[in-house]
């Protein structure tokens, strides 16, 4: 009796049948007999694969998670990124067991999705900072950007990297501005950054709030240069003079792009960072439920833009995990687990990719949340 390898596409049909890795079996032949031998699907080949996606923002610390749980879990979770709003859209029809958004979920996304399948709840799983790039040839001082202004750059009220708005913020780039056209550069796809970003701008101009408004996916204009992903906006200010752009800071370290020190709401002009996303975390969680949509609409989710807090970034998000109430045992389960450990133990990884850390009062009510899950 010798061994036998059936050829590929004959393989996958055996792996169907017995539910596990062709890897792990040996196939012998007998004459015209095939005989399966040692095709026990024990250890890893058993464990459940969970398919996520959504939210770039998360990307960088969810691929850590991923392969960290593998391998003490055993259980894959394969994640896409692609934008948080097809992340809610992928959960929603049941496409993704779970989904990541950097923006709650609208209420009518609610009720499509209570449609579907049912209640759905929002897991904060990482927060961090959104940086304002740029790329003006010869300044190597820091720019110094304020709401306003900002949004009048968005609103395409200021146009050259030399205006007056932007000279006096910085005095001391005085003369050395150049007069070089700014370039905008947005998301193409539906994004919570975006929502995170137009959400800062919408607090702090009031005509950008009425002729844009704070929008996962809002209506820009010809000016704006739309790309995929957090990566594509970076990669396009990195090659780009004049660009800006706005992107979660670990691209911005990524790339290695000049990003801006924004003045908050008490005058302090601070670059994006872990702490003042944790000092803005701290006292938004303080505050009063929000009475504003989405953050109304569920348990756990708060705003982190514009916050009065003498250390906090004023443009700040959390990305949330979104899933339904009500899950398959083996999966809900094995997703349940996941979520505890990436809000505790998952976090220690938050700092090196350019996270904050969660609080550890929001990751215990995190836990919380997660055991009022019902499987079936």
Request: glycine residues 10%; neutral net charge; hydrophobic residues 40%.
């Amino acid at each position: 009796m010798s061994a036998f390898y059936p050829p590929v596409q004959y393989r996958e049909i055996l792996v169907q049948i017995l539910g596990c890795n062709y890897g792990s079996a040996s196939y012998m032949i007998a004459g015209s007999l095939l005989v399966f031998a040692g095709f026990g699907c024990g250890g890893k080949n058993d464990a459940v694969r969970i398919n996520a996606g959504g939210s770039s923002f998360v990307n960088p610390i969810m691929e850590k998670w991923s392969a960290s749980f593998k391998e003490s879990n055993g259980a894959e979770i394969n994640y896409t990124k692609s934008g948080s709003t097809d992340g809610i859209k992928q959960m929603s029809v049941k496409t993704k067991d779970f989904g990541c958004t950097d923006v709650p979920m609208t209420k009518e996304e609610t009720d499509a999705a209570k449609k579907e399948g049912g209640d759905v709840i929002h897991i904060p799983v990482a927060m961090g900072a959104v940086a304002v790039i740029y790329n003006i040839p010869g300044i190597d001082k820091q720019l110094i950007l304020d709401g306003k202004t900002l949004a009048d750059i968005y609103l395409s009220k200021i146009n050259s990297w030399n205006d007056q708005a932007i000279a006096d913020l910085n005095p001391e780039l005085k003369g050395k501005l150049p007069s070089i056209p700014i370039i905008l550069v947005v998301r193409a796809e539906g994004s919570g950054t975006t929502k995170i970003f137009t959400e800062f701008l919408s607090k702090s101009n009031s005509e950008f709030k009425e002729k844009i408004g704070a929008k996962s996916s809002p209506k820009w204009g010809k000016a704006g240069l739309e790309q995929q992903g957090n990566d594509g906006i970076a990669g396009f200010v990195e090659k780009n003079a004049g660009a800006i752009g706005y992107v979660e800071l670990y691209y911005a370290t990524k790339f290695k792009i000049s990003f801006a020190r924004i003045l908050n709401r008490k005058g302090k002009a601070l670059a994006p960072d872990d702490e003042g996303a944790v000092a803005a975390a701290a006292e938004a969680a303080m505050n009063a439920p929000p009475k504003e949509e989405p953050y109304s609409l569920h348990e756990l989710t708060f705003s982190m833009t514009d916050i009065d807090a003498d250390s906090a970034y004023p443009i700040c998000g959390i990305t949330y995990a979104v899933l339904y109430a009500k899950q398959p045992e083996k999966k809900g389960k094995t997703i349940a687990q996941f979520l505890k450990w990436a809000t505790t133990d998952g976090q220690q990884f938050a700092k090196g990719l350019g996270y904050a850390p969660l609080p550890a009062e929001l990751a215990k009510k995190c836990h919380a949340r997660l055991d009022q899950l019902k499987f079936e």
